[in-house]
């Protein structure tokens, strides 16, 4: 994926000189590309993970948020990389931002559980 990656680049650096619309596209594709190469490649150890944090009785609804979070994590760096990359920097701290406030609000039953199990603890 590395050589793709440089690939990409160095052709959205070529295309940059004569149409930056098409450069945005091509690394959009690339980002996109890489992506869904890592969903696939991560498909086995996540379900591993899931295993064991199901095996050590953690509930499903905590492991969903944990990896929804991840996700939206991911999703935002690229987002915004590719708005600064593109020249709009207000577009990438929105991205940002958006992308906080979602693994907020992914994390609520998560923190709603943690808060329950002190108050059972106290």
Wanted: with cysteine.
């Amino acid at each position: 994926m590395g050589v793709f990656c440089v690939g990409g680049a160095l052709l959205s650096l070529i295309l940059k000189q004569y149409c930056s619309e098409h450069s945005l596209v091509l690394s959009l594709a690339v980002c996109s590309s890489v992506f869904i190469g890592a969903v696939v490649m991560l498909e086995y150890p996540v379900s591993e993970v899931r295993d064991i944090f199901l095996s050590a009785g953690i509930n499903e609804s905590y492991i969903s948020a944990m990896f929804k979070a991840l996700a939206v994590c991911c999703i935002t760096h690229i987002s915004a990389e590719l708005c600064r990359d593109s020249g709009e920097s207000a577009m990438g701290a929105a991205a940002e931002l958006w992308g906080r406030a979602a693994v907020v609000v992914i994390s609520l039953p998560v923190v709603r559980g943690f808060i329950g199990l002190i108050d059972k603890l106290l």
